[in-house]
């Protein structure tokens, strides 16, 4: 267990010191502070103990925040795939970066009302981390830099991505089990596996009735008109079409981050029966020059090829993910080709 | 290929600098060609040992270079032709002459194909074409060699315009983008023009104004993409530039276009021409003079926009083939027109003909706006050692202050103050407040004001020493292109030395800026002894956009930790921590010791470099190290907070019409101004949209890029003619 560091102490300094007073006091002891802070971080924590209940007292939302009980992990995560995960474990993080796009971006699950923005997901707060009651970071690689301004806040990184040249359910089994760990509760995390499962399982037998003649997806995500990224092998679609017993088709061999930059021509290789998914968000320009595009009518996608248009899920996501975008193919409207 | 052209251009202009290099009579008259830097010429006092030459037109060129110039065109068509070929041989698998088929008769991928390859084309030459002709008519225009649609900002406003329609008004960003970029392409080029109006138009200041209109929308529009990341998503693409197509509708646009353009063009040609020779004469003649103006405004205008809306920005290519233009002595309007069509969509041709090659080595997008701005550097620096033969206005503009004593203790007490109350009044978890929270005040604020400060002093410094030693005061790092150079060398040293088997570390990091910023510096010196130092800060352009179109390359390529760099070097504090800040104030007050150490023999350095030496200043070793330090100073701030700010530019004529007249004065005034900006400028990105950020470079670069609008418009210019 880790320990707690956020108490409630002594109300603040009083204010009615003079201002200028109060200011000098501060340059005189943030340079002394800082003068020698490698050798002080304790007390500095110390400090910052105080100052979290000092923070507290002040404010009504704070302690809001704060209302679980004590022995519980608060959690930052800028990272929207841990977030994600977690929120759907029902254990939320208190704060995750960016959420005014949340939704347009990530969309399921959605977030509590109390969740606190940590600004820019790869620039998180630092600053704002601090003044908040966190006892765990948990982040990825990508967030490395981030690292050293948690300050006392221990960090975790946990990634769910391939491990190999295929994307396999393990790979995201294995961090789910991790978050379980980080927060204490294994149990959560392995109800909410098998939950998962039986989610995905739920919605393919869903889509079989729906759908029954499409085994075949290819996804992509556009750039421009022209430009799109496809989703191979190691990419998160991969585990989610092996669960729900369909078939990814690709064109060749994906980068680190999962995809391959394709040209919408390369469309042309894909078999006659193979369904294209296109993911959200699609801008409204871009939509009107597809539309343009002399080649995506030639191609016949909505007509003699089978398409559908998939709501936003988070490519980088966890586990969360893969359940919802099962969620999002079970309803999904798929058009001309295999589909009618 | 481009590459090569230029090469064949600098052999020209070096073959014949014996003849060229001297500047002309009335230029020498001016201050800013007796560059301290041109010392290090042999000849101890270049004006006196050289004849004065009556200036000389440009079609007085020799024929022997007239042939030269003709060689490299014939070489620019078969390159041109040649990459079409290798395109065609490398991507297209049928018989040739299919090419040329209808679309709606061959199979899918092969149409694809030919629409990547032959709409592709047409749309490069066209775009190519009429961004030549743009230039050429803005050049008529303002009488000016270095005016195009790149340099004057035109490009820039409908970019803006589109993008925050694109973000705000989706909708009439789709039906009605033409209008509106129409619409900021006439802002852009409107505010340039008002700018350089009460100069008279004169060539620097209109450069000038339109470099710094060009930074100034840049920086908003990193703003708003910042921001609005997730909307902008699709806008990267655009903004790169990219030409490749999959159906003939933007092909036949701007076909109409150019067809349209000729027949409105046709009637404009003998006005243009009377006007070409001279305004009042033409007014005599009974040439509607600002009626004409109005109308090739207009065209400009909208031709501009029309290209933007349809393929994005690509930047010098007008710039290129009017110049080129300018090279060959072409002197009738109307065959100017058309060689600049001719040109423009040749090297257009060509470029996207590169950049397709290119694609499956390099195994990613390669946008022709992106390239264009590689190879705009290049192209600027061949421009400037061609413009020392051009007879051109030379202008100083002149920034007076008073005289007045300044209480150093009490700014210096300001300065103090500020960063105290930047690390107290914030915004945190409860809003806005004075935080009396000590921890969080020094693990995060204090950090951050500090490093702040420790730059913006940097570059105060690094801009006094600048404007001093090249006594232009238009100079400073950013400007320059130094701090640019610095940051391409840590792009590049983040990309390459892994291959080399060094780790990426901040000491690497630091080594490779600095080698940047040490190769611009010693480029700028090696022109410096060959152009007046006006044209100097076309460099800064040109290496601003190499690294423009590396940023765009980077971001395209949509590797994580590359992005996470580029926020890194979009200028914001974000990594500043308790434990190094201390180093960074170290080295900016050993720096500023430095500097204090070498005022001395810079105020005897900047009264002339023969006064200078008859003094008995060592003139070779104090020029180095101010360079060195000047290097020095550019790389470590570009390293903490990114290269594009105007700090250096701004904060010594801030300091100047402060009453720091003398350079005693001057240096530690701007320094503790320099500091007093940046720390506000960290301030407001930080807690303005709380716990949001927005880089303290780039609100920095708002900030001065406005003020120094301002200062432009009132500047007055001594005329030397």
Not at chain 2, 159 to 170: D, R
Not at chain 2, 283 to 297: D, H, S, Y
């Given at each position: 267990?880790?320990?707690?560091?956020?108490?409630?102490?002594?109300?603040?300094?009083?204010?009615?010191?003079?201002?200028?007073?109060?200011?000098w006091?501060?340059?005189?002891?943030?340079?002394?502070?800082?003068a020698?802070s490698?050798?002080?971080?304790?007390?500095s924590?110390?400090?910052?103990?105080?100052?979290?209940?000092?923070?507290?007292?002040?404010?009504?939302n704070?302690?809001?925040?704060?209302?679980r009980?004590?022995?519980?992990?608060?959690?930052?995560?800028?990272?929207?795939?841990?977030?994600?995960?977690?929120?759907?474990m029902?254990?939320?993080?208190?704060?995750?970066?960016?959420?005014r796009?949340?939704?347009?971006?990530?969309?399921?699950?959605?977030?509590?009302?109390?969740?606190?923005?940590?600004?820019?997901?790869?620039?998180?707060?630092?600053?704002?981390?601090?003044?908040?009651?966190?006892?765990?970071?948990?982040?990825?690689?990508?967030?490395?830099?981030?690292?050293?301004?948690?300050?006392?806040?221990?960090?975790?990184?946990?990634?769910?991505a391939?491990?190999?040249?295929?994307?396999t359910?393990?790979?995201?089994?294995?961090?789910?089990?991790?978050?379980?760990?980080?927060?204490?509760?294994?149990?959560?995390?392995?109800?909410y596996?098998?939950?998962?499962?039986?989610?995905?399982?739920?919605?393919?037998?869903?889509?079989?009735?729906?759908?029954?003649k499409?085994?075949?997806?290819a996804?992509?995500?556009?750039?421009?008109?022209?430009?799109m990224?496809?989703?191979?092998a190691?990419?998160?679609?991969k585990?989610?079409?092996?669960?729900?017993?369909?078939?990814?088709?690709?064109?060749?061999?994906?980068?680190?981050w999962?995809?391959v930059?394709?040209?919408?021509?390369?469309?042309?290789?894909?078999?006659?029966?193979t369904?294209?998914?296109?993911i959200?968000?699609?801008?409204?320009?871009?939509?009107?020059?597809?539309?343009?595009?002399?080649?995506?009518?030639?191609?016949?996608?909505?007509?003699?090829?089978?398409?559908?248009?998939?709501?936003p899920?988070?490519?980088?996501?966890?586990?969360?993910?893969?359940?919802s975008?099962?969620?999002?193919?079970s309803?999904?409207?798929?058009?001309?080709?295999?589909?009618s | 290929?481009t590459?090569?052209?230029?090469?064949?251009?600098?052999?020209?202009?070096?073959?014949?600098?014996?003849e060229?290099?001297?500047?002309?009579?009335?230029?020498?008259?001016?201050?800013?060609?007796?560059?301290?830097?041109?010392?290090?010429?042999?000849?101890?006092?270049?004006?006196?040992?050289?004849?004065?030459?009556?200036?000389?037109?440009?079609?007085?060129?020799?024929?022997?270079?007239?042939?030269?110039?003709?060689?490299a065109?014939?070489?620019?068509?078969?390159?041109?032709?040649?990459?079409?070929?290798?395109?065609?041989?490398?991507?297209?698998t049928?018989?040739?002459?299919?090419?040329?088929?209808?679309s709606?008769?061959?199979?899918?991928?092969?149409?694809?194909t030919?629409?990547?390859?032959?709409?592709?084309?047409?749309?490069?030459?066209l775009?190519?074409?009429?961004?030549g002709?743009?230039?050429?008519?803005?050049?008529?225009?303002?009488?000016?060699?270095?005016?195009?649609?790149?340099?004057?900002?035109?490009?820039?406003?409908?970019?803006?315009?589109?993008?925050?329609?694109?973000?705000?008004?989706?909708?009439?960003?789709?039906?009605?983008?033409?209008?509106?970029?129409?619409?900021?392409?006439?802002?852009?080029?409107?505010?340039?023009?008002?700018?350089?109006?009460?100069?008279?138009?004169?060539?620097?200041?209109?450069?000038?104004?339109?470099?710094?209109?060009?930074?100034?929308?840049?920086?908003?529009?990193?703003?708003?993409?910042?921001f609005?990341?997730?909307?902008?998503?699709?806008?990267?693409?655009?903004?790169?530039?990219?030409?490749?197509?999959?159906?003939?509708?933007?092909?036949?646009?701007?076909?109409?276009?150019?067809?349209?353009?000729?027949?409105?063009?046709?009637p404009?040609?003998?006005?243009?021409?009377?006007?070409?020779?001279?305004?009042?004469?033409?007014?005599?003649?009974?040439?509607?003079i600002?009626?004409?103006?109005?109308?090739?405004?207009?065209?400009?205008?909208?031709?501009?926009?029309?290209?933007?809306?349809?393929?994005?920005?690509?930047?010098?290519?007008?710039?290129?083939?009017?110049?080129?233009?300018?090279?060959?002595?072409?002197?009738?309007?109307?065959?100017r027109?058309?060689?600049?069509?001719?040109?423009?969509?040749?090297?257009?041709?060509?470029?996207?003909?590169?950049?397709?090659?290119?694609?499956?080595?390099?195994?990613?997008?390669?946008?022709?706006?992106?390239?264009?701005?590689?190879?705009?550097?290049?192209?600027?620096?061949?421009?400037?050692?061609?413009?020392?033969?051009?007879?051109?206005?030379?202008?100083?503009?002149?920034?007076?202050?008073?005289?007045?004593?300044?209480?150093?203790?009490?700014?210096?007490?300001?300065?103090?103050?500020?960063?105290?109350?930047?690390?107290?009044?914030?915004?945190?978890?409860?809003?806005?407040?004075?935080?009396?929270?000590?921890?969080?005040?020094?693990?995060?604020?204090?950090?951050?004001?500090?490093?702040?400060?420790?730059t913006?002093?940097?570059?105060?410094?690094?801009?006094?020493?600048?404007?001093t030693?090249?006594?232009?005061?238009?100079?400073?790092?950013?400007?320059?292109?130094?701090?640019?150079?610095?940051?391409?060398?840590?792009?590049?040293?983040?990309?390459?030395?892994?291959?080399?088997?060094?780790?990426?570390?901040?000491?690497?990091?630091?080594?490779?800026?600095?080698?940047?910023?040490?190769?611009?510096?010693?480029?700028?010196?090696?022109?410096?002894?060959?152009?007046?130092?006006?044209?100097?800060?076309?460099?800064?352009?040109?290496?601003?956009?190499?690294?423009d179109?590396?940023?765009?390359?980077?971001?395209?390529?949509?590797?994580?930790r590359?992005?996470?760099?580029?926020?890194?070097?979009s200028?914001t504090?974000?990594?500043?921590?308790?434990?190094?800040?201390?180093?960074?104030?170290?080295i900016?007050?050993?720096?500023?010791?430095?500097?204090?150490?070498?005022?001395?023999?810079?105020?005897?350095?900047?009264?002339?470099?023969?006064?200078?030496?008859?003094?008995?200043?060592?003139?070779?070793?104090?020029?180095?190290?101010?360079?060195?330090?000047?290097?020095?100073?550019?790389?470590?701030?570009?390293?903490?907070?990114?290269?594009l700010?105007?700090?250096?530019?701004?904060?010594?004529?801030?300091?100047?019409?402060?009453?720091?007249?003398?350079?005693?004065?001057?240096?530690?005034?701007?320094?503790?101004?320099?500091?007093?900006?940046?720390v506000?400028?960290?301030?407001?990105?930080?807690?303005?949209?709380?716990?949001?950020e927005?880089?303290?470079?780039?609100i920095?670069?708002?900030?001065?890029?406005?003020?120094?609008?301002?200062?432009?418009?009132?500047?007055?210019?001594a005329?030397?003619?």
């Amino acid at each position: 267990m880790r320990p707690v560091f956020y108490q409630y102490k002594s109300p603040k300094l009083s204010i009615c010191v003079p201002l200028t007073t109060l200011k000098w006091l501060t340059v005189s002891i943030c340079l002394a502070l800082t003068a020698c802070s490698n050798t002080t971080t304790v007390k500095s924590a110390d400090q910052l103990n105080e100052s979290h209940s000092k923070n507290a007292t002040k404010a009504d939302n704070h302690t809001d925040d704060t209302s679980r009980p004590n022995d519980t992990i608060n959690i930052a995560s800028p990272d929207w795939g841990n977030a994600a995960t977690l929120t759907a474990m029902g254990y939320p993080p208190i704060a995750t970066g960016d959420v005014r796009v949340w939704d347009r971006w990530v969309g399921t699950p959605s977030l509590p009302i109390s969740i606190i923005d940590l600004g820019i997901r790869y620039q998180p707060n630092a600053e704002l981390i601090a003044q908040l009651p966190v006892d765990l970071v948990v982040d990825n690689f990508f967030y490395q830099h981030a690292r050293n301004l948690y300050g006392d806040v221990p960090a975790e990184s946990v990634m769910f991505a391939a491990k190999g040249d295929t994307a396999t359910w393990a790979d995201y089994t294995g961090p789910t089990r991790k978050l379980g760990e980080l927060i204490d509760n294994t149990k959560l995390a392995e109800d909410y596996i098998t939950k998962s499962q039986q989610d995905i399982n739920l919605a393919s037998k869903r889509f079989q009735q729906r759908y029954p003649k499409v085994n075949k997806f290819a996804v992509v995500q556009f750039a421009d008109a022209n430009n799109m990224r496809m989703y191979v092998a190691n990419s998160l679609f991969k585990p989610a079409f092996d669960q729900m017993d369909k078939e990814l088709m690709v064109l060749g061999k994906g980068n680190s981050w999962g995809f391959v930059p394709i040209r919408m021509g390369d469309l042309a290789q894909l078999d006659k029966d193979t369904c294209l998914l296109i993911i959200d968000p699609l801008s409204p320009i871009t939509r009107a020059e597809i539309a343009d595009s002399l080649v995506w009518q030639r191609l016949g996608y909505g007509d003699a090829r089978c398409m559908g248009e998939l709501p936003p899920v988070w490519i980088y996501g966890g586990m969360s993910s893969l359940v919802s975008l099962a969620d999002n193919l079970s309803t999904v409207v798929l058009k001309g080709g295999a589909a009618s | 290929m481009t590459i090569n052209t230029i090469h064949h251009g600098n052999a020209v202009s070096s073959s014949q600098s014996s003849e060229l290099s001297q500047p002309t009579s009335e230029s020498k008259r001016t201050l800013s060609t007796r560059s301290s830097l041109s010392s290090q010429n042999p000849s101890p006092n270049p004006p006196s040992n050289q004849a004065p030459k009556t200036p000389r037109p440009k079609n007085t060129s020799s024929t022997a270079s007239s042939g030269r110039l003709w060689t490299a065109l014939f070489i620019l068509m078969v390159l041109s032709l040649w990459s079409a070929w290798a395109l065609v041989d490398q991507e297209w698998t049928r018989p040739v002459r299919d090419l040329l088929i209808p679309s709606a008769q061959l199979d899918i991928a092969s149409m694809a194909t030919q629409l990547h390859i032959v709409a592709t084309s047409v749309v490069a030459l066209l775009a190519g074409g009429l961004l030549g002709v743009v230039s050429i008519l803005l050049q008529q225009l303002v009488k000016n060699p270095l005016a195009s649609d790149t340099t004057l900002g035109v490009g820039v406003g409908a970019q803006l315009a589109m993008l925050i329609v694109t973000l705000f008004l989706p909708s009439l960003a789709i039906y009605g983008g033409l209008y509106v970029a129409f619409v900021g392409a006439l802002i852009s080029m409107g505010l340039v023009f008002a700018l350089a109006a009460p100069s008279r138009f004169n060539p620097l200041i209109l450069i000038l104004a339109g470099l710094v209109v060009n930074i100034l929308l840049a920086a908003v529009a990193n703003v708003l993409v910042l921001f609005f990341a997730e909307r902008s998503n699709g806008m990267l693409s655009w903004a790169a530039g990219f030409l490749a197509q999959n159906s003939w509708h933007t092909s036949t646009m701007l076909a109409i276009t150019a067809v349209v353009m000729a027949l409105v063009c046709l009637p404009l040609l003998k006005p243009l021409t009377l006007m070409s020779l001279d305004d009042l004469q033409a007014k005599r003649l009974g040439v509607p003079i600002n009626g004409i103006r109005t109308l090739v405004v207009l065209i400009v205008a909208i031709v501009t926009a029309l290209v933007i809306s349809e393929v994005g920005l690509i930047g010098f290519i007008g710039l290129g083939a009017a110049s080129l233009v300018n090279a060959l002595g072409i002197s009738s309007v109307s065959k100017r027109l058309a060689a600049a069509f001719a040109l423009g969509a040749l090297l257009l041709w060509l470029t996207i003909n590169v950049a397709l090659l290119l694609e499956p080595i390099l195994d990613m997008q390669i946008p022709a706006g992106a390239l264009t701005g590689i190879l705009g550097a290049p192209l600027i620096i061949w421009l400037i050692l061609r413009q020392r033969r051009e007879r051109i206005e030379t202008v100083t503009p002149m920034l007076t202050g008073k005289h007045t004593s300044i209480a150093f203790w009490r700014w210096g007490i300001t300065v103090l103050a500020l960063i105290m109350l930047a690390c107290l009044f914030v915004q945190d978890v409860n809003g806005w407040g004075l935080s009396t929270d000590w921890a969080i005040a020094q693990q995060y604020r204090l950090p951050r004001s500090l490093s702040a400060a420790a730059t913006g002093l940097m570059l105060a410094i690094a801009g006094v020493l600048l404007q001093t030693l090249t006594r232009n005061p238009m100079a400073s790092p950013e400007v320059l292109g130094v701090s640019s150079g610095a940051a391409l060398g840590v792009i590049l040293g983040f990309l390459l030395l892994p291959s080399l088997g060094l780790s990426a570390g901040a000491g690497t990091l630091l080594i490779s800026g600095l080698s940047g910023a040490i190769a611009v510096l010693l480029l700028i010196i090696w022109l410096a002894r060959k152009v007046s130092s006006g044209y100097l800060l076309l460099v800064g352009i040109g290496i601003a956009a190499m690294m423009d179109g590396v940023m765009h390359m980077v971001k395209l390529s949509g590797d994580p930790r590359l992005e996470a760099m580029l926020s890194w070097l979009s200028g914001t504090t974000y990594s500043a921590q308790p434990s190094t800040v201390w180093y960074l104030i170290g080295i900016a007050l050993i720096l500023f010791a430095l500097s204090l150490l070498i005022i001395k023999p810079l105020r005897v350095l900047g009264l002339g470099t023969g006064i200078a030496r008859n003094l008995g200043v060592a003139v070779t070793p104090v020029t180095l190290a101010l360079l060195v330090l000047v290097a020095a100073l550019s790389t470590a701030s570009t390293l903490a907070v990114g290269p594009l700010s105007f700090i250096g530019l701004m904060v010594p004529h801030l300091a100047t019409s402060l009453g720091a007249v003398r350079l005693e004065r001057q240096l530690p005034l701007a320094a503790l101004l320099g500091v007093g900006v940046m720390v506000i400028a960290d301030w407001i990105g930080r807690y303005v949209i709380f716990p949001y950020e927005l880089p303290a470079g780039t609100i920095a670069a708002i900030i001065g890029g406005a003020y120094f609008l301002w200062l432009i418009r009132k500047v007055p210019v001594a005329v030397s003619r």
